[in-house]
């Protein structure tokens, strides 16, 4: 069974901004220096991200279940620079109920390509509620 593809969503921009590393660190109760590991998952909640997700559980009638998250580091975040984002999704061959939601880091300061720094996903089922209404 070949294994589906991946369906771009949008090249996303990611700011480091002090001010909002700050709101994302006092939220974990964590430093803000280094940029928290997990900043960037925050541009899931892009809008761009957020219609397509709802779409594809709207076409199921299902909500949306965050599962599981992974993430593999190639390098860190510094605070006060801006990176891209590539972000897309894919289906499940054997699982019709589940997605993946991926991000790709790219430092695209004097690099011809960007420098991959981050990947994470995202596992999301599509949870339809079968029981019948009363």
Same mark, same amino acid.
């Given at each position: 069974?070949?294994?589906? +593809?991946?369906?771009?969503?949008?090249? $996303? /921009?990611? %700011?480091?901004? #002090?001010?909002?590393?700050?709101?994302?660190?006092?939220?974990?109760?964590?430093?803000?220096?280094?940029?928290?590991?997990?900043?960037?998952?925050?541009?899931?909640?892009?809008?761009?991200?957020?219609?397509?997700?709802? #779409?594809?559980?709207?076409? #199921?009638?299902?909500?949306?279940?965050? +599962?599981?998250?992974?993430?593999?580091?190639?390098?860190?975040?510094?605070? /006060? #620079?801006?990176?891209?984002? $590539?972000?897309?999704?894919? %289906?499940?061959?054997?699982?019709?109920?589940? $997605?993946?939601?991926?991000?790709?880091? +790219?430092?695209?300061?004097?690099?011809?390509?960007?420098?991959? $720094? +981050?990947?994470?996903?995202?596992?999301?089922?599509?949870?339809?509620?079968?029981?019948?209404?009363?």
């Amino acid at each position: 069974m070949s294994e589906a +593809q991946w369906t771009e969503i949008a090249a $996303l /921009d990611l %700011s480091t901004a #002090r001010a909002q590393v700050r709101a994302f660190a006092a939220a974990l109760g964590a430093p803000e220096e280094p940029v928290p590991a997990t900043f960037a998952f925050t541009v899931f909640s892009h809008p761009s991200v957020m219609e397509t997700l709802a #779409r594809l559980a709207g076409e #199921r009638s299902a909500v949306l279940v965050h +599962q599981a998250q992974d993430f593999v580091y190639s390098g860190e975040l510094e605070a /006060d #620079r801006h990176y891209t984002v $590539l972000v897309d999704w894919k %289906s499940h061959e054997e699982r019709a109920d589940r $997605l993946t939601l991926r991000g790709r880091v +790219q430092d695209l300061q004097g690099t011809a390509g960007g420098t991959p $720094l +981050q990947e994470f996903r995202a596992e999301i089922v599509l949870f339809e509620n079968r029981e019948s209404a009363p």
